[in-house]
């Protein structure tokens, strides 16, 4: 849809175009990848998310109909180590497996709307050839990278099946990370494809400085990821201080400092408390640079920045309360979507 086409197959193809149509059906599903990072979140901090020991991409949309069909999906999960070790002796029935059930089930359907959402209306607008030229490529990847999530996801769960009573950080970090990235994509090729519906030509360039303050936006995220998987959340609940120490007490680095960088909870919680900082500097300087030019996006980067800061410090003095780590989840992801939307709008100036 992207090759070289005649002049007059090319304006044909122009004139079938509906950038606008194409924008604001990926803010749709951009909004459903949000919805689905958080029920995510959820499932996480639930611990629900090895309660299905299966994948099934197609027979598993269908849950337990059945007392029958709950008894086997309950003996599978009571063959994991989580439930032999953590659950089961903590004396979980077949109700509460049904309440981490649910949560599981319901983020793997969340994973089959956005596919859907994502595949059928490409798939119309690309029948229709109403895809601009230059975007097909795009759409495309950013469907490839939809699809892998499915994959991705069930490598995570496989983590915690066998040897351990939890996902790997490392597999949860690359899920989590990689469901942001679809987010940001699919909102920076929205704001393109509203550019070419104005009239620009042109889509936005991605500058040294919005470069620069993704990657250390990224970092953040990656150590946020990995507290998470490593519970390190728990460690300490006071603040600014780790149980009354600057440097907290109980960081391990007699195993080398690399292992202690990447597995060591609490020099991973440490990490995230001050790198928050560093992001915090970014993020401002990113937003006053968009000020001048959309005062609208500005704003927005700097309430979810402050948001987030806020939110951070009272999950962790909440000894990581439930509903306040989901916000904490839910709220990193609209900085993400914010800080595209800014970076865009500097992008738009760009030489």
């Avoid at 070419?196 to 500058?207: D, I, Q, V, Y």
């Avoid at 470069?211 to 390190?232: P, R, S, T």
Wanted: aromatic share 10%.
């Amino acid at each position: 849809m992207d090759s070289i086409l005649p002049a007059s197959s090319a304006q044909s193809h122009e004139a079938r175009a509906r950038p606008l149509a194409l924008a604001q059906w990926l803010l749709a599903v951009a909004a459903l990848v949000f919805v689905m990072v958080v029920v995510g979140g959820i499932t996480r901090l639930t611990e629900s998310g090895l309660s299905i020991t299966e994948w099934k991409p197609l027979a598993g949309a269908i849950p337990p109909l059945g007392e029958a069909d709950w008894q086997r999906e309950f003996d599978l999960y009571r063959a994991t180590p989580e439930y032999r070790e953590v659950n089961g002796p903590a004396g979980m029935d077949l109700a509460a497996f049904q309440q981490i059930y649910f949560w599981e089930w319901l983020h793997r359907q969340l994973g089959r709307l956005v596919g859907l959402a994502f595949a059928l209306p490409f798939a119309w607008f690309a029948i229709r050839r109403a895809v601009p030229r230059g975007y097909g490529w795009r759409l495309g990847a950013l469907l490839a990278l939809g699809a892998s999530q499915g994959a991705l996801g069930w490598y995570m769960v496989q983590s915690g099946l066998v040897d351990r009573t939890d996902v790997s950080h490392f597999r949860l970090s690359a899920h989590l990370l990689t469901a942001l990235l679809i987010l940001a994509g699919l909102i920076w090729t929205a704001l393109d494809l509203r550019l070419l519906a104005s009239g620009e030509k042109r889509p936005a360039r991605l500058t040294p400085l919005a470069a620069g303050a993704a990657a250390i936006l990224f970092v953040q995220l990656l150590l946020g990821a990995w507290v998470a998987g490593l519970d390190a959340g728990y460690v300490a609940s006071d603040w600014p201080l780790m149980n009354d120490r600057l440097v907290p007490a109980g960081i391990d680095g007699s195993r080398g400092a690399g292992f202690a960088l990447t597995h060591d909870p609490y020099l991973l919680h440490f990490l995230h408390r001050w790198w928050a900082w560093v992001a915090l500097a970014a993020m401002v300087v990113v937003a006053r640079r968009v000020k001048p030019l959309d005062r609208r996006a500005s704003i927005v980067i700097h309430s979810v920045l402050g948001t987030q800061i806020l939110l951070g410090i009272a999950t962790v003095m909440s000894g990581m309360n439930i509903a306040l780590a989901v916000l904490h989840q839910a709220v990193a992801a609209l900085l993400v979507a914010a800080f595209a939307w800014g970076a865009h709008v500097i992008g738009r100036r760009a030489e």
